[in-house]
């Protein structure tokens, strides 16, 4: 080989490998929502993640793990978009991971641990995943949530989401839309849910209306299904709102 040849072959192998740390810490942007079976919602909100380094630092009884040293997970993934996102927000905290043979397994978040036959589930646009957390492949923009499940021996309720505008006049009556997705990820409209703020239960097709006064935060709840998504609605000064 020529040094000219040896020289570019050189200068591709060292810009290769310098972009490598560069394609591994760019971040994107996630919806990450923590939710209870009782119904409480820890945590819904968009945060940033790619590449992380967690240490495991329980043992995790339930899933049979053990605490070791940092493994990094390489890309956007579940278990990094909850990893990171602890370390900036403290309802998130104590964050409990275990390790194993099988990869990370999460044990407790913000407290609420896994006991007995409880399990934390994960799912990926609004479908339940066929992996643990540490195995779902995220893209910019997606919604994950992590549902503490009351027991493995029963199927976990389905998903509401809520349909809302986010910017309104003051004093303006809205339309939202509550669905419900099951485990697969199909979505059908939801009759009976309740709104927080709307005077009436969503009707056939899952319709319901309410006035906005000021910002407001909206929620979907219905006995028996995981809530849903929480829906900022912002006030503006003038125009019409968006549907």
Known sequence: TSPAVGLLLGLALLLGFAAQPA???????????????????MFDRTVNTGTATIKPTSACPTLGGRTG??????GATGLGLLYQASLKYK???????SDSDFGFGVCGIGGSMAKGEQ??????????????AEGVKLKRRDSILFFLSK?????????????????????????????????AGKRSPVEGAKVKGA?????????????????????????????????????????????
């Open 119 to 132: 399990w934390w589930s994960v799912y990926q646009n609004y479908k339940s995943t066929s992996t643990g």
């Open 199 to 243: 005077g009436a239960l969503t009707d056939a097709r899952g319709y319901t209306t309410l006035k906005i006064k000021g910002k407001t935060k909206l929620v979907a709840r219905q006995a028996g299904l995981v809530p849903s998504n929480r829906v900022y609605v912002q006030v503006k000064k003038n125009g019409k709102h968006r549907k």
């Open 69 to 74: 040293p940092p493994r990094t997970v390489t």
């Open 151 to 183: 027991t493995w021996a029963e199927p976990n309720p389905n998903l509401l989401f809520l349909k809302a505008p986010t910017k309104v006049r003051k004093g303006a009556t809205v339309k939202v839309r509550v669905f419900e997705y099951d485990t």
């Open 23 to 41: 394609a591994a810490a760019k971040k994107i942007p996630v919806n990450l929502r923590v939710v209870t079976y009782s119904g409480k919602i």
């Open 91 to 97: 309802a998130l905290r104590p964050l409990k991971i």
